[in-house]
């Protein structure tokens, strides 16, 4: 928790908060058992990071977006699967990086 919050912290520095966001939520959502709860959230998360303009909207390809949407015709805990993949694999690649290099990283391992 201390690590996340921190990586949340140093993302939020550089405005790519909604990339943490965006991961928690997805596993949040596959935990969902109820389809009438799964399906209010994946509406939520559809809005709040994947749709054109979405208030916290992360990077992912068109294609990406395109089998998201596909599979929030009949939502199941795989529905964000491939756009948290995506979203995961940037943070590993880009982000995580410099967070390992950055102050928030060197407090949080004192």
């Known amino acids: 928790p201390d690590g996340l919050a ?3 912290s140093f993302l939020r520095s550089e405005f790519s908060e909604e990339n943490a966001e965006f991961w928690v939520a997805c596993e949040d959502y596959k935990k969902t058992k109820s389809p009438v709860k799964m399906a209010e ?12 303009e979405a208030p916290k909207e ?29 979203i ?3 943070m590993e690649k880009d982000s995580l990086p410099r967070f390992v290099r950055s102050e928030f990283y060197h407090e949080l391992i004192k």
Request: aromatic fraction near 12%.
């Open 88 to 90: 995961f694999a940037l």
């Open 41 to 52: 959230k994946a509406k939520k998360i559809y809005e709040e990071f994947i749709q054109t």
């Open 58 to 86: 992360v990077n992912i390809d068109h294609f990406t977006k395109a089998v998201t949407m596909k599979n929030l015709v009949e939502p199941s805990p795989t529905s964000f699967d491939m756009a948290q993949k995506r």
């Open 6 to 8: 921190s990586f949340r």
